[in-house]
């Protein structure tokens, strides 16, 4: 008997029911299920945080599907302190190390605090993709009292808490003080505070300002003594205990978590068992974006791939498919890498709308339903116009100032695109192409196994155009070299065409070579060659 598909056939179709047996066998409330993400404050939201928030919201949408009432948390940490000057920013921002970033003034002067600016970015771009959310600020949970009954468990269980940390990450930090940051009143640091002592009857912690050593740099306390009251936003707790607060007190039913906190989620875990006597939220865990070099991307290590970045060359779909495609495993990801998935959009819309036949039943309903949560179930009556990126970007790249966009259009109504005439969205892919063509001359090749023959082709085509000619020369080059060969012209063109351009038929490939480079294109076939 064939495997029954679940849902839409996606893995957030069967992590919600997932979700939906553990928490029925737990005997919970299931009038509302609730996901969450947290959205770190401290400096520019990457891919990565957004992927966050892409995967918690795919998860709501998935237990709406299944019929139950569903919401997303968007919380931030915005009363964490500033422990190290992200890259890009100025060393100006050292003197505000170790405050809240919620209490650092904005760098540019249109936000409250730095803190705000930061995560009023990430906001943003959930806003230009369509995802829904309740936001919740750390800064104003903590004023409003929201964490004040969990809180005082933790304090007045903190051995027991020290204990659980001792034992799961080895840290015996929190088996001499309290697990909790409170703001001093004197030097307005937060991380340079050591909490000794919970007065119960009155909600307050005692603490020393005494300094602490972050990532490497000494925070020198002030020497104040004072008393933080935990009802209002006059401290927070550390980040071994938080989530399991956050996620009672908010009652979160599943958030996901990448392996870099995996210690905290375990320590957490415990804390909703053994001190809250709660089942803690279902988890899944993922990797994290790298780099082309190999390198976590990250706020603080000066290699922020952010959300406005792709935006400037491709659609939030795209970037939505990304983030959805695959929910494990670590990947290698560049700017240069947004065409590739607005092609690989278009061809997962051409498989919801039945024009690529051939797919068995299972993975035909696996790549719609993906396609469906991409489009976060907001799908049009009828595809796009699938332009190739590599075509507009070439066009782009000839395409007169002042009148760019009549320029493509007309150029591509001549390659038998844009029938419907100007749409807002072939409009928008114009645009795309247009920064692209400004910013870049990479050309994304599009992966296509070559026989022998073709690849002999390729090679000579490589050789030749390391010598200089003209735009005759190239075309000639062409036919000749698929008749030494024997490879029909217009099937060698057609190769050509399907690697560089992405499509089987395009603009001669003389004025191509040249509007593109010779080496961008050379470098595109010698990775053909080599897949």
């Known amino acids: ?37 947290g959205l ?69 002067g249109c936000h409250n605090s730095f803190g705000e600016h930061m995560t009023s970015l990430l906001l943003e771009s959930l806003d230009q993709s369509g995802i829904k959310y309740t936001f919740k600020s750390a800064k104003k949970s903590y004023e409003q009292g929201l964490f004040t009954e969990q809180i005082r468990t933790i304090l007045t269980n903190a051995q027991q808490v020290g204990e659980i940390v001792k034992d799961e990450v080895g840290q015996e930090k929190f088996v001499e003080v309290l697990p909790y940051f409170a703001i001093c009143a004197n030097c307005g640091r937060i991380y340079t505070t050591k909490a000794h002592t919970f007065l119960e009857d009155e909600n307050k912690v005692l603490y020393t300002c005494e300094g602490l050593e972050v990532r490497g740099k000494m925070l020198e306390g002030c020497g104040h003594k004072g008393e933080a009251d935990i009802t209002k936003a006059e401290g ?29 989620v375990r320590v957490n875990d415990r804390i909703c068992n053994e001190v809250f006597h709660w089942a803690p939220p279902s988890h899944a865990r993922y990797e994290m974006y790298l780099d082309k070099s190999g390198k976590k991307i990250s706020k603080s290590a000066g290699n922020v791939f952010t959300p406005q970045v792709w ?120 645009g795309y192409a247009l920064n692209w063509s400004k910013d870049f001359s990479e050309i994304t090749e599009k992966a296509v196994e070559l026989n022998e023959q073709e690849r002999a082709a390729v090679t000579q085509l490589i050789d030749a155009l390391q010598t200089p000619a003209t735009e005759e020369e190239i075309q000639s080059a062409v036919f000749n070299i698929a008749k030494s060969n024997n490879i029909k012209p217009g099937k060698f063109f057609k190769v050509l065409y399907t690697v560089l351009l992405g499509a089987p038929q395009g603009p001669r490939l003389g004025p191509y070579v040249l509007a593109m480079g010779k080496e961008n294109v050379i470098d595109a076939l010698k990775r053909a060659t080599k897949s």
């Open 1 to 37: 008997m064939p495997d029954k598909i679940i849902g839409h056939g996606t893995w957030y179709d069967k992590t919600a029911v997932k979700i939906v047996e553990r928490e029925k066998k737990l005997g919970r409330n299931m009038d509302l299920i609730r996901t969450e993400s």
């Open 40 to 108: 770190g404050a401290s400096g520019f939201p990457h891919i990565g945080s957004f992927a966050d928030c892409a995967r918690s919201y795919a998860v709501t949408l998935a237990l709406q599907e299944q019929g139950y009432k569903s919401e997303y948390i968007a919380f931030a940490d915005d009363l964490d302190g500033l422990r190290k000057v992200p890259a890009g920013l100025p060393d100006s921002l050292s003197k505000h190390l170790g405050y809240p970033v919620t209490s650092i003034p904005d760098l540019e």
């Open 311 to 430: 935006f400037r060359y491709g659609a939030p779909h795209s970037l939505l498919l990304l983030t959805l495609k695959r929910f494990v495993g670590a990947r290698s990801l560049s700017v240069t890498d947004i065409p590739q998935y607005m092609n690989e959009f278009d061809e997962l819309e051409d498989i919801y709308f039945g024009k690529k036949p051939g797919l068995d039943k299972k993975e035909k309903a696996k790549l719609s339903g993906l396609y469906k949560y991409c489009c976060l179930f907001n799908i049009p009556s009828e595809p796009g116009v699938h332009v190739p990126y590599n075509l507009l970007t070439f066009l782009a790249k000839l395409a007169p100032e002042g009148s760019e966009v009549d320029f493509v259009f007309e150029k591509l109504q001549g390659y038998g695109y844009g029938k419907e005439g100007l749409t807002d969205d072939l409009k928008q892919r114009i």
């Open 236 to 264: 927070k707790l550390g980040w071994k205990v938080e989530f399991a607060v956050r996620w009672n007190a908010l009652d979160i039913r599943f958030e996901p978590f990448g392996k870099d906190i995996s210690d905290s």
